[in-house]
């Protein structure tokens, strides 16, 4: 169901200054002196299906239009081949393109360069057309459920094996900061994180922190641990999470690189499994602490920790509460249909070569996040912006409207891939107060 926030949401938020948020991996664009500024003629940027729509460009430099720019621009739906594209001049600094409509509902995207100075600049606006419409391309497999339950039976053998590492030099005054590793889905795999807790004495609530995209050390959420919060903030690739950055930017260059597509011809052996199994590990972890309540737990994250966040939610009933932004992993034969699928982009025209096989598409099938945001009894939280680039609000909406358990809804329009302050102060609040009962 949708809550009446949600409607406020849709309707009013506006976006306003440019922060990045610490968790989350991509941050905001950088100012630029000239910017180009992309607008819909709705203001919540929304449509029906078959109202056409109309984007203003403006090239601005210190507030002011810039005369006689140059401008090229394209429109169509995201992540496809443009319908239109242009290259005009700009005598007041401003124009008007007429991008048509869609007849089905999806998101269509407006894209327009300036040349100003030598220096090229972009800017973007997305509008959508009956967004709450958008159904999903990925099916189901018959034995979902079956297969996930049986990792878990599997996984529930495994001895947890848990291992704190007190790190001194990271503790405060009201907080002990653990490197924590533990044994993952099969002997010998680990998962690392790190763990803050509280050092008064007492019973906790917990939030399982899940991350973006790529391979980094982490600090952990000691501001919320500071708070009265047991959190645990955790690495997917069974290796320690407290070492040089250098470590981390070698092997998203070797043996990380592309590590979305390992294995993916085989649901039994994809490089996800260890992952969202893993995240059912951290839990059984964050449960057996003697410091635990018992009873509310949490997962956040964004991008691929926002799908992380809503797998954990489906696959494990101890989680009480969910937060996402922008969750990859999402509808991800969106493009098999002729529309965006979600990050990583397994069947995009760029990966068609070697991934659009029966095998590949298959066991995207068992890991695609729609698929397990179809299974959510939790309520959740869910944030993200129509210039999403990397994660196609398409991808993100077939997801969102799969959740039949509460759900609410922030949008903050013009945000990419990144968020604005206020995002992520308002999920933030949601999920603290929901764990502490308010």
């Known amino acids: 169901m949708h809550t009446p926030f949600f409607k406020t949401a849709f309707r009013f938020i506006c976006p306003m200054v440019l922060l990045a948020t610490f968790h989350l991996v991509h941050a905001q664009p950088v100012e630029r002196m000239v910017k180009v500024i992309v607008a819909p003629d709705h203001t919540d940027w929304t449509y029906k299906t078959g109202e056409p729509v109309k984007f203003t460009i403006t090239v601005l430099q210190n507030g002011n239009v810039v005369k006689n720019a140059v401008v090229t621009y394209e429109t169509g739906p995201?992540?496809?081949?443009?319908?239109?594209?242009?290259?005009?001049?700009?005598?007041?600094?401003?124009?008007?393109?007429?991008?048509?409509?869609?007849?089905?509902?999806?998101?269509?995207?407006?894209?327009?360069?300036?040349?100003?100075?030598?220096?090229?600049?972009?800017?973007?606006?997305?509008?959508?057309?009956?967004?709450?419409?958008?159904e999903p391309a990925i099916a189901v497999?018959?034995?979902?459920?079956?297969?996930?339950?049986?990792?878990?039976?599997?996984?529930?053998?495994?001895?947890?094996?848990?291992?704190?590492?007190?790190?001194?030099?990271?503790?405060?005054?009201?907080?002990?900061?653990?490197?924590?590793?533990?044994?993952?889905?099969?002997?010998?795999?680990?998962?690392?994180?790190?763990?803050?807790?509280?050092?008064?004495e007492g019973k906790y609530p917990a939030i399982l922190h899940v991350p973006g995209a790529g391979a980094r050390p982490y600090a952990g959420d000691i501001a919320n641990a500071e708070k009265g919060f047991?959190?645990?903030?955790?690495?997917?690739?069974?290796?320690?999470?407290?070492?040089?950055?250098?470590?981390?930017?070698?092997?998203?260059?070797?043996?990380?690189?592309?590590?979305?597509?390992?294995?993916?011809?085989?649901?039994?052996?994809?490089?996800?499994?260890?992952?969202?199994?893993?995240c059912v590990r951290a839990n059984d972890f964050l449960v057996s602490l003697p410091q635990y309540d018992g009873m509310n737990l949490g997962v956040t994250g964004g991008s691929q920790g926002g799908a992380l966040s809503i797998v954990?939610?489906?696959?494990?009933?101890?989680?009480?509460?969910?937060?996402?932004?922008?969750?990859?992993?999402?509808?991800?034969t969106g493009y098999l249909k002729g529309r965006a699928g979600g990050w990583p982009h397994l069947f995009d025209k760029n990966n068609a070569a070697f991934n659009q096989t029966k095998e590949k598409i298959q066991t995207a099938s068992y890991y695609d996040v729609v698929n397990f945001a179809r299974q959510l009894k939790a309520p959740g939280f869910f944030s993200m912006g129509y210039n999403d680039e990397v994660c196609p609000p398409t991808s993100m909406f077939a997801a969102y409207n799969a959740i039949t358990s509460p759900k609410e809804l922030f949008l903050a329009l013009?945000?990419?891939?990144?968020?604005?302050?206020?995002?992520?102060?308002?999920?933030?609040?949601?999920?603290?107060?929901?764990?502490?009962?308010?």
């Open 414 to 438: 013009e945000t990419g891939h990144w968020t604005y302050p206020e995002q992520n102060e308002v999920l933030t609040n949601w999920l603290v107060g929901k764990l502490k009962g308010q």
């Open 78 to 134: 995201e992540k496809m081949e443009p319908q239109k594209k242009d290259s005009l001049v700009l005598p007041a600094g401003t124009t008007v393109v007429d991008a048509g409509t869609m007849k089905e509902p999806g998101f269509l995207r407006c894209v327009a360069v300036a040349q100003v100075n030598g220096k090229t600049y972009r800017g973007l606006a997305t509008a959508a057309f009956n967004p709450l419409q958008i």
């Open 312 to 332: 954990t939610a489906a696959l494990d009933p101890r989680v009480k509460y969910w937060a996402a932004f922008y969750p990859a992993l999402s509808d991800l």
């Open 230 to 278: 047991i959190t645990f903030q955790i690495g997917i690739h069974g290796i320690p999470v407290n070492m040089d950055v250098s470590v981390y930017n070698n092997l998203m260059s070797g043996g990380l690189a592309g590590y979305w597509n390992y294995n993916l011809d085989d649901k039994d052996r994809y490089y996800y499994k260890r992952v969202y199994l893993g």
């Open 141 to 200: 497999p018959a034995d979902f459920s079956s297969f996930w339950n049986k990792a878990k039976t599997d996984l529930a053998k495994i001895p947890l094996d848990a291992r704190m590492t007190l790190m001194p030099e990271r503790c405060t005054e009201k907080v002990n900061v653990y490197h924590v590793n533990l044994q993952n889905y099969l002997p010998g795999v680990r998962l690392y994180g790190i763990l803050c807790m509280p050092k008064k």
